[in-house]
């Protein structure tokens, strides 16, 4: 059995009303660790902007790009 199943069945023996509780927070770890990460790439982009690597572009500009892609 590997650990999965094994977390599951463990989940399942769990009374009714806690086997939620497991969901709500891998959830939410789930949610911090997307946030954590969407935030490090943010950081990456500006530092490479501020660097020079990207041009200034206005809004149709990157509005069109996008249509033609």
């Keep these: 059995m590997n650990t999965l199943d094994q977390v599951l069945e463990t989940a399942s023996q769990l009374p009714y009303e806690q086997q939620e509780m497991p969901i709500e927070i891998l959830q939410n770890r789930l949610h911090e660790s997307r946030?954590?990460?969407?935030?490090?790439?943010?950081?990456q982009t500006l530092a490479d902007f501020n660097a020079g690597k990207f041009q200034r572009q206005s809004a149709q500009e990157v509005i069109l790009a996008l249509r033609q892609s």
Excluded at 37 to 43: P, R, T
């Design 35 to 43: 946030r954590a990460k969407m935030a490090e790439d943010a950081q």
